[in-house]
Structures are given as structure tokens and as C-alpha cells.
């Protein structure tokens, strides 16, 4: 019994004088603050160390948590959602587990959203520094056991501020920047499979006429083409954190399917590679359409488009530099599929209506050329 009391003590901050220990997730915090909005780091105040908060090293769930010199920013950092309940769930980036409460233990965990013990306030002990809280129990700390910064990271009474509970939230404002973007054409796949569109339709009734109605005439008619980005489905560390910190730069790129099946490219406004939306442009073209009805006859004459649609692997190539000093540029690559849709032909179809007690006839299909006259930036 003796042994033991000796070990306890030696991993156990020595117990100051205390605030109200039975403090719940129902009281208030009058001290409590906001979470960045930004990923960021946990920096020990122990010894004005850069001693900071990161995951302990292996591949075992759970996870535990320690401190380290703030030295490879990407493997520290952690980012913060905040919960209607109250408090935040804390996600360790570069292994994309959840700071989770298991006693007086800490541990990284999948999250679990039905999980009270997963959610951390923030408490103000004077600029720059912080308390970490458990949300159910705002007296209960991270701390760092007996001031080792090589030692156990544990959750503690409230110990009047002293350094070994005393962090600071330090906000990564870089941003991952796109290097290169290199597409796999010959990977692409193209299909035809969409339904068509018809763009224009209208009737001409010339069954009261003995002579053939002939006309010519131009309509102005708007395409739509659209590109969008997916990423690949990706575990990495890199991944996980261009996804947290958004990028700067990304396609400019703007391809489509030509009449002949084969891909062309222009440029166009730069769209992030974690932005998965789709985004789309339109085009308005001139049809030049060239109308002959037969006497006695009703015939429709639409303007159809078909459109191919198109799936392009690319790998993009991202680098990273930190704001913590003395780190270095991180360069790694991120796989997706660039998905586009464009129209790549046109053709006036003309179907006989006036048959009697028959169905519409389609009777001839004619490719028409189509002239751009107008663009619209990408919405």
C-alpha cells in the first residue's frame, strides 16, 4: 500500500487550493471563451517551452495524447466544432481521431456524437493562455502531470493556474498552396449515355396551303457546361489537412468533349481543390435554322443537344509551410477525378404531326452548326 501511495504521488500535481469541485456541464463559466475558428496548436506553458499537444506515436485505438517540441506543425495540429449542446469536439488532424475523456484519462478516439465526454470548453486565464475544460465538469483540467512534459497528460482539479494546466491555442493562418496539377487523359472515360436536350421546339401548320411554306431564320439559345472536383477517398495525414485548412489556388483548367470525341481545354476561373461543388458556365449560341413544310402538311422542328459526359483522374501537388518557426516546406500529392458535362453536337429533328389517325413521325434529322456569340463566368 506504501509502494503505491508513493507511485500516485509522483504522477499527481500536488493539490492546490481548490474552486467548487462538483462544477457541472449545467453551471456557468463566466471565464469561458471561443474556440479558432482555424486549425491550431495546444502549446504547454510549462518553462516557456514549445512543448505542444499531439498524439502519441503507433497505431493502437486508443490513442493516447503527450507533449512534444513543436517541430513538425502537421502531425500537431487540431481543429475545433463547436456543438449545440455546449463546448466543441477536438479532432486531432493527422490522425483524424477526437479528444475523448475516459476518467481522469486521456485518449484519441472515432467520434462519437452521442458522447458527452468528447466535448472540451475553453477557459481565459489572462491573454495569451487558456484552460481546457471537460465539458461535463469545467473543474477537471488538462494538465500536465507534475510539470513533465515527457510525462502523463491526464485531466485534473482545477490547481489555481499554474503552468502545467496553462495552454495556448496558436491559429495556423497558411494555407496549403496547389503547385501543379498533372491529368491522366489516358485514364479518362467518355460517354453519350445522357438524355438529350432540346433547346427549341415549334409547330408550322401549313395543312390549309396548296404551296410549300419555306423560311429561315437564327434563334439565340444558351448551353450549359460544368465542371466539379472529388477527392479520392484518402486517410493521409496531408489529405485530413488540406481538407481543415482550405487551399490557396487551384484549377484554372476548364475542359469539354469536342464533336470528334476528343478533349480540349481552356482556362477559366480557379476553382479549390477541396471545393467538391459543381460549377457551371453558359454559353449562348446563334442557330442558324432553315424551316420547309410540305403544302397540306404539320410539321415540329426542335433543336436537340446531346451532351458527353466525362470523368478525368488527375493528382495534384500541394505544399505546406507553416507559420511555427524553424519548420519546413511539406510537399505531398492529393488523388480526385475532375467530372465535367458539355454539349458536343446539335442536330434539327422534324416530325410530321399531321398524319391522320397515326403517331408523330420523325422524318429527317439534320446536323446545324452552332455559332458562340456570348460566355458567362462560372457560377
Keep these: 500500500m506504501t509502494l503505491y501511495t508513493i507511485v500516485y504521488a509522483s504522477i499527481i500535481p500536488p493539490l492546490l487550493p481548490q474552486r467548487d469541485t462538483q462544477a457541472t456541464k449545467g453551471d456557468a463559466m463566466d471565464n469561458e471563451t471561443t474556440w479558432p475558428k482555424m486549425p491550431f496548436y495546444i502549446q504547454s506553458s510549462i518553462d516557456g517551452s514549445n512543448y505542444a499537444l499531439t498524439a502519441q506515436s503507433g497505431d493502437e485505438q486508443p490513442r493516447g495524447v503527450r507533449t512534444a517540441p513543436l517541430q513538425a506543425p502537421i502531425d500537431f495540429a487540431w481543429s475545433a466544432s463547436a456543438d449545440q449542446r455546449g463546448g466543441a469536439h477536438l479532432q486531432h488532424i493527422g490522425t483524424g481521431l477526437y479528444l475523448t475523456r475516459n476518467g481522469e484519462e486521456l485518449q484519441l478516439e472515432q467520434l462519437d456524437m452521442g458522447k458527452a465526454d468528447q466535448l472540451w470548453r475553453v477557459e481565459d486565464l489572462g491573454s495569451p493562455w487558456v484552460g481546457i475544460n471537460a465539458w461535463k465538469n469545467w473543474e477537471q483540467k488538462i494538465n500536465v502531470y ?98 481543415t485548412l482550405g487551399v490557396s489556388g487551384g484549377f484554372m483548367d476548364f475542359f469539354s468533349v469536342n464533336s470528334d470525341f476528343s478533349f ?34 404539320l410539321y415540329r422542328y426542335s433543336v436537340i443537344v446531346y451532351n458527353a459526359q466525362f470523368q478525368i483522374p488527375f493528382t495534384a501537388t500541394m505544399e505546406f ?20 458535362v458539355n454539349g458536343i453536337r446539335a442536330e434539327v429533328e422534324v416530325t410530321e404531326v399531321s398524319a ?21 463566368e462560372p457560377a
Excluded: H
Aim: hydrophobic share 30%.
Design 146 to 243: 507534475d510539470s513533465d512534459v515527457n510525462g502523463i497528460i491526464g485531466l485534473y482539479n482545477w490547481c489555481g493556474g499554474a503552468d502545467n494546466e496553462k495552454w495556448m491555442l496558436v491559429q495556423e493562418t497558411s494555407a496549403v498552396t496547389v503547385k501543379s496539377v498533372d491529368y491522366n487523359l489516358d485514364e479518362a472515360t467518355k460517354s453519350l449515355n445522357l438524355t438529350p436536350k432540346v433547346l427549341y421546339s415549334e409547330s408550322f401548320d401549313n395543312t390549309k396551303s396548296a404551296t410549300e411554306f419555306e423560311q429561315t431564320f437564327t434563334i439565340n439559345k444558351s448551353i450549359t457546361r460544368s465542371r466539379a472536383l472529388s477527392l479520392s477517398e484518402s486517410t493521409t495525414v496531408e489529405s485530413r489537412y488540406a481538407m
Design 264 to 297: 480540349e481545354k481552356s482556362t477559366s476561373t480557379t476553382k479549390s481543390v477541396t471545393d467538391e461543388s459543381t460549377e457551371t458556365t453558359t454559353d449562348t449560341y446563334d442557330i442558324m435554322m432553315s424551316v420547309r413544310v410540305p403544302a397540306g402538311k
Design 321 to 340: 509551410k507553416s507559420k511555427v518557426l524553424g519548420s519546413s516546406p511539406i510537399t505531398f500529392t492529393v488523388d480526385g477525378i475532375y467530372e465535367g
Design 356 to 376: 391522320p389517325n397515326s403517331e408523330p413521325t420523325v422524318t429527317t434529322r439534320i446536323p446545324v452548326e452552332m455559332t458562340k456569340v456570348a460566355e458567362t
